[in-house]
């Protein structure tokens, strides 16, 4: 939990009361969850240029709103609502959470009609757990345009939770995929699938006569005015990390130059969940995890991504309860940790 914005000190393990349990809610049992841009946002209160009045109302404004962290999750059902058809106690899944957070925690819950799927049978919860973030928010950009085989994709921040997603994605799809990272993830970047990495360290990108189809920008530093030339007619820039300006003046690009610029992403659905989950089961979705930790080590977790140099995701492992924890007093079958 966090009671102040900050540092990474200020996330701690604490004890909170069980979640009351809807009619249409589904009751996980965490396993694993992931820290993410997302969680260093709301915690430290870091985000894009003009966009601080608007956190502020999702976030909280002098403390947090959501006092549990963490958008995603993989565990085993633990209970479910009288009206929950599609799960019942013991199925293994992954789930979205969003921006109610709560991941960070030994059990979450979601809605049954939410963003949740069993889990892959071939991974791990710590793996599969890594599809969830980074791969519905480059679903849910990709979805917005039409990737037929031989598109040519540039995906800026191509090492990162979405840019990994992203580049595998576009490849499944046929796409020639175009990946820029540093040097030092080149390695990464080609074995999940791009034709060709750009070390950002070394060549500019928009001094190439190179064009694309469709960039994905994951870093921020890649709005319309920089790299709209490099977009074949019909193209789309995809802006996962923009800042006010860029989403504002995003509609008028597309009105005037008929090039798709969108920063929108979408509602994640079960059914986008359940698309990662058969690639994943036919070997055509890898997860990348860059390190695990375990949840009494939430703050180093923050601090290694604050770094901003994590490669794909960083895993956060939720031991399971153990009767000789605080709470162990609790009557048999009811939750004794949980996010609120």
Do not use: W
């Amino acid at each position: 939990m966090y009671r102040r914005f900050g540092g990474p000190e200020n996330v701690q393990v604490e004890q909170v009361l069980p979640p009351s349990l809807g009619a249409d809610d589904v009751l996980i049992r965490v396993r694993a969850s992931t820290v993410s841009a997302a969680d260093h946002r709301a915690r430290s209160r870091e985000v894009p240029r003009g966009l601080g009045l608007l956190a502020a109302f999702g976030i909280g404004v002098v403390r947090p709103k959501r006092r549990v962290l963490g958008m995603d999750v993989a565990g085993v059902v633990e209970a479910v609502g009288e009206d929950v058809t599609r799960f019942e106690p013991g199925d293994e899944v992954i789930a979205m959470l969003g921006a109610a957070f709560g991941g960070h925690a030994e059990y979450a819950k979601v809605r049954q009609d939410g963003a949740i799927a069993r889990k892959p049978r071939n991974m791990t919860s710590e793996d599969a757990v890594t599809l969830v973030f980074g791969g519905l928010t480059a679903r849910g950009f990709l979805a917005q345009v039409e990737l037929v085989p031989g598109a040519t994709v540039l995906v800026n921040g191509a090492s990162g939770a979405v840019g990994s997603a992203a580049v595998q994605l576009a490849k499944h799809a046929g796409a020639h995929v175009t990946g820029i990272c540093s040097g030092g993830n080149r390695e990464l970047v080609t074995s999940l699938g791009a034709d060709r990495v750009i070390d950002h360290t070394t060549d500019d990108v928009t001094s190439s006569a190179d064009t694309y189809d469709v960039i994905v920008d994951c870093v921020g530093n890649a709005p319309f005015e920089r790299v709209g030339h490099l977009l074949n007619p019909g193209g789309a820039l995809l802006l996962v990390i923009a800042d006010l300006p860029a989403i504002l003046r995003a509609p008028l690009r597309s009105r005037r130059t008929g090039k798709l610029v969108t920063a929108t992403v979408g509602k994640p659905t079960a059914e986008d969940l359940a698309f990662l989950v058969d690639l994943a089961e036919a070997g055509h979705y890898r997860a990348v995890r860059d390190r695990t930790f375990d949840l009494d080590e939430i703050a180093a977790a923050h601090r290694f991504v604050d770094g901003g140099r994590k490669r794909g995701n960083v895993v956060l492992r939720i031991a399971a309860h153990h009767p000789d924890r605080a709470g162990a007093g609790c009557r048999p079958g009811t939750v004794p940790v949980v996010a609120e």
